[in-house]
């Protein structure tokens, strides 16, 4: 059943140059869906339109059957969640602080969270690996401490759809592959939504139910990883020469760069 | 205290706010009660507490002093204070800088413009006169500043903070060109450029009073809204924060203040910037907090600050803005050299 219909969505952010052309999009309830594809394709456009950050000029976005256009922002606040690729970070919150700015959505016309409040953020920064840095100022951590800090934050929403702007982007590979995992198993433990837009097709292979592949602004392929990520369909798409076979050590794709 | 201390801090709870904001109100009435008390004659703290609540008999001359005389400044001095550091505090949070302050706008210019012109046109003011004639010109420059940045039917940051600082440079410029071709006047012009709070009557007070603090009530109410905003607009938004009418009021709300501060006290500088800077070192840069104590801070600070300038060189006194100089760019130097 699909928990977001994209139907016939187009975009542009200036008059004649369309970002987003006529895209049809399922994401059914429960699935970890990637968005790839080369830089300007309209992934992040994509996921701005989903979380309704922008409106698109044509076609309809619906959530659970009904329009997005029909929500308050505080109700898509309390059913999706988004994590931007570009966090500012100028004052010193302390992760805990940023956390449970999570709860907003949820304690609307309160001037203080309550302690079920406090309960979800730390399991939040359990789930995220960030605990022990609870009383830091988020300025004081490195790209990947902060870039988990927000994904708790986005977990404390208690959402039920989760969208990610490139969420491994100042990862090391030992994070980027812990939060792969985490998003995997959230998916599939407590049936969240995941959709999250990433140029590592490696980990999106492993990881993902299913790839949707842009395309300046369209939706080249969609499907599971080995029916989306073939030799040919990346040579159209990046440009790029590739060897695909299979991951020694999973059943998913595996994806190697030639020239 | 360490736990009130910005490194390793606890979210805020409601016991926690309470107690600063109770502290921090203590210090400013003990700050009040020293501006009542001293002055070219002393009045003794026995006497002032007297003739402000009428608990014990006071000498009438002393009650002439500290009532009619020092507390319409005091009270002033409180508001200009508190208002500059809210709307400074305000700015901050929607620019995400912690470098922005009351007069980016420009309108402190536009409020200058307008009270040379009346010092210019009409010598022998009254009490009405200028602050009017100032706060027509904030609100001409506020009306420009938001038309010239209003674009798709929203207030972009940059395009504000820009068209603010030219419309500003602009009427700095005629500031400048006013004085040059009415300069018998220029004494006066001089001192409002610097801020100057010894026009203090209970008239300024009534403009410029129920004007700041009413304008202060919502910027408490978004509070923590701009904690969110303070993390990035598409964070706000996602998190249901309508970022464009926050944005719009909270622009008319540090627009309004900043007016009606200019309007009775000139350009008294450096509050705005360093109070909510320093508050934020203090206590953290949760706004439900930083706010308040922004305004009791900001308060307390510029109290003594004029009590200083009208204390320092007495009879003769000093203008407040050039304290507050002399004391905030040093200090403000000392913060950003220790980051």
């Given at each position: 059943?699909?928990?977001?219909?994209?139907?016939?969505?187009?975009?542009?952010?200036?008059?004649?140059?369309?970002?987003?052309?006529?895209?049809?999009?399922?994401?059914?309830?429960?699935?970890?869906?990637?968005?790839?594809?080369?830089?300007?394709?309209?992934?992040?456009?994509?996921?701005?339109?989903?979380?309704?950050?922008?409106?698109?000029?044509?076609?309809?976005?619906?959530?659970?059957?009904?329009?997005?256009?029909?929500?308050?922002?505080?109700?898509?606040?309390?059913?999706?969640?988004?994590?931007?690729?570009?966090?500012?970070?100028?004052?010193?919150?302390?992760?805990?602080?940023?956390?449970?700015?999570?709860?907003?959505?949820?304690?609307?016309?309160?001037?203080?969270?309550?302690?079920?409040?406090?309960?979800?953020?730390?399991?939040?920064?359990?789930?995220?690996?960030?605990?022990?840095?609870?009383?830091?100022?988020?300025?004081?951590?490195?790209?990947?401490?902060?870039?988990?800090?927000?994904?708790?934050?986005?977990?404390?929403?208690?959402?039920?759809?989760?969208?990610?702007?490139?969420?491994?982007?100042?990862?090391?590979?030992?994070?980027?592959?812990?939060?792969?995992?985490?998003?995997?198993?959230?998916?599939?433990?407590?049936?969240?939504?995941?959709?999250?837009?990433?140029?590592?097709?490696?980990?999106?292979?492993?990881?993902?139910?299913?790839?949707?592949?842009?395309?300046?602004?369209?939706?080249?392929?969609?499907?599971?990883?080995?029916?989306?990520?073939?030799?040919?369909?990346?040579?159209?798409?990046?440009?790029?020469?590739?060897?695909?076979?299979?991951?020694?050590?999973?059943?998913?794709?595996?994806?190697?760069?030639?020239? | 205290?360490?736990?009130?201390?910005?490194?390793?801090?606890?979210?805020?709870?409601?016991?926690?706010?309470?107690?600063?904001?109770?502290?921090?109100?203590?210090?400013?009435?003990?700050?009040?009660?020293?501006?009542?008390?001293?002055?070219?004659?002393?009045?003794?703290?026995?006497?002032?507490?007297?003739?402000?609540?009428?608990?014990?008999?006071?000498?009438?001359?002393?009650?002439?002093?500290?009532?009619?005389?020092?507390?319409?400044?005091?009270?002033?001095?409180?508001?200009?204070?508190?208002?500059?550091?809210?709307?400074?505090?305000?700015?901050?949070?929607?620019?995400?800088?912690?470098?922005?302050?009351?007069?980016?706008?420009?309108?402190?210019?536009?409020?200058?413009?307008?009270?040379?012109?009346?010092?210019?046109?009409?010598?022998?003011?009254?009490?009405?006169?200028?602050?009017?004639?100032?706060?027509?010109?904030?609100?001409?420059?506020?009306?420009?500043?938001?038309?010239?940045?209003?674009?798709?039917?929203?207030?972009?940051?940059?395009?504000?903070?820009?068209?603010?600082?030219?419309?500003?440079?602009?009427f700095n410029a005629l500031v400048l060109l006013t004085v040059a071709l009415f300069?018998?006047?220029?004494?006066?012009?001089?001192?409002?450029?610097?801020?100057?709070?010894?026009?203090?009557?209970?008239?300024?007070?009534?403009?410029?009073?129920?004007?700041?603090?009413?304008?202060?009530?919502?910027?408490?109410?978004?509070?923590?809204?701009?904690?969110?905003?303070?993390?990035?607009?598409?964070?706000?938004?996602?998190?249901?924060?309508?970022?464009?009418?926050?944005?719009?009021?909270?622009?008319?709300?540090?627009?309004?203040?900043?007016?009606?501060?200019?309007?009775?006290?000139?350009?008294?500088?450096?509050?705005?910037?360093?109070?909510?800077?320093?508050?934020?070192?203090?206590?953290?840069?949760d706004h439900r907090l930083l706010i308040p104590a922004s305004f009791l801070l900001?308060?307390?600070?510029?109290?003594?600050?004029?009590?200083?300038?009208?204390?320092?060189?007495?009879?003769?006194?000093?203008?407040?803005?050039?304290?507050?100089?002399?004391?905030?760019?040093?200090?403000?130097?000392?913060?950003?050299?220790?980051?």
């Amino acid at each position: 059943m699909a928990v977001l219909t994209v139907d016939n969505v187009s975009f542009s952010y200036v008059a004649g140059i369309p970002t987003l052309r006529n895209v049809s999009l399922a994401v059914h309830r429960g699935e970890f869906l990637t968005l790839v594809g080369p830089n300007g394709s309209g992934k992040s456009t994509l996921l701005k339109i989903l979380d309704r950050i922008f409106l698109p000029d044509e076609g309809n976005i619906a959530l659970d059957g009904t329009p997005l256009a029909t929500f308050t922002r505080a109700d898509i606040a309390r059913k999706m969640a988004y994590v931007p690729q570009d966090r500012e970070g100028v004052f010193p919150f302390t992760v805990e602080e940023i956390v449970l700015m999570g709860r907003a959505p949820h304690t609307a016309g309160m001037v203080f969270e309550g302690e079920g409040d406090r309960e979800v953020a730390r399991k939040m920064m359990g789930l995220t690996d960030i605990g022990h840095l609870a009383s830091h100022p988020v300025t004081n951590l490195s790209g990947g401490e902060r870039q988990r800090a927000f994904i708790a934050r986005a977990l404390a929403q208690q959402p039920e759809v989760l969208l990610l702007d490139e969420p491994t982007a100042h990862l090391d590979i030992a994070h980027q592959v812990d939060i792969f995992r985490l998003l995997r198993s959230l998916s599939v433990d407590t049936g969240l939504t995941v959709v999250s837009v990433t140029h590592d097709l490696n980990l999106a292979a492993m990881y993902s139910d299913r790839i949707a592949m842009l395309q300046c602004g369209t939706i080249a392929a969609a499907g599971t990883p080995s029916e989306v990520l073939t030799v040919d369909r990346i040579r159209d798409v990046f440009r790029a020469e590739v060897v695909v076979d299979l991951h020694p050590a999973a059943t998913a794709p595996r994806v190697t760069v030639l020239r | 205290m360490n736990q009130f201390l910005p490194d390793r801090r606890s979210p805020l709870t409601p016991r926690r706010l309470a107690f600063i904001l109770g502290v921090l109100t203590a210090i400013l009435a003990s700050a009040g009660l020293l501006a009542l008390s001293v002055g070219s004659v002393a009045v003794p703290f026995r006497a002032v507490i007297g003739s402000c609540t009428g608990l014990f008999p006071v000498d009438s001359l002393e009650r002439l002093i500290v009532i009619d005389i020092r507390l319409p400044r005091v009270l002033l001095a409180f508001l200009v204070g508190a208002g500059l550091s809210v709307a400074g505090a305000v700015l901050q949070a929607l620019l995400r800088n912690p470098l922005a302050e009351p007069y980016i706008l420009g309108i402190s210019s536009g409020g200058t413009m307008g009270t040379i012109l009346a010092i210019a046109l009409a010598s022998g003011i009254g009490h009405i006169v200028a602050p009017a004639a100032s706060f027509a010109g904030s609100a001409l420059v506020m009306l420009l500043v938001y038309a010239l940045a209003h674009r798709r039917g929203q207030l972009e940051p940059y395009t504000l903070l820009l068209a603010g600082v030219m419309v500003g440079a602009f009427f700095n410029a005629l500031v400048l060109l006013t004085v040059a071709l009415f300069n018998q006047e220029l004494r006066n012009a001089f001192l409002w450029l610097m801020g100057n709070l010894s026009g203090a009557s209970m008239d300024a007070l009534l403009i410029a009073g129920p004007l700041t603090l009413l304008a202060t009530i919502p910027a408490f109410v978004f509070a923590r809204q701009y904690n969110l905003i303070a993390t990035g607009d598409e964070t706000a938004l996602q998190l249901g924060v309508d970022v464009r009418a926050l944005r719009r009021r909270s622009y008319a709300i540090a627009s309004i203040i900043t007016g009606a501060v200019v309007s009775v006290s000139g350009v008294v500088g450096f509050v705005g910037l360093i109070i909510p800077h320093v508050t934020r070192m203090i206590f953290g840069p949760d706004h439900r907090l930083l706010i308040p104590a922004s305004f009791l801070l900001g308060g307390t600070f510029l109290i003594l600050a004029d009590t200083l300038a009208r204390t320092i060189i007495a009879p003769a006194e000093i203008p407040v803005g050039a304290v507050t100089a002399v004391i905030g760019a040093p200090v403000f130097i000392y913060l950003l050299r220790r980051r």
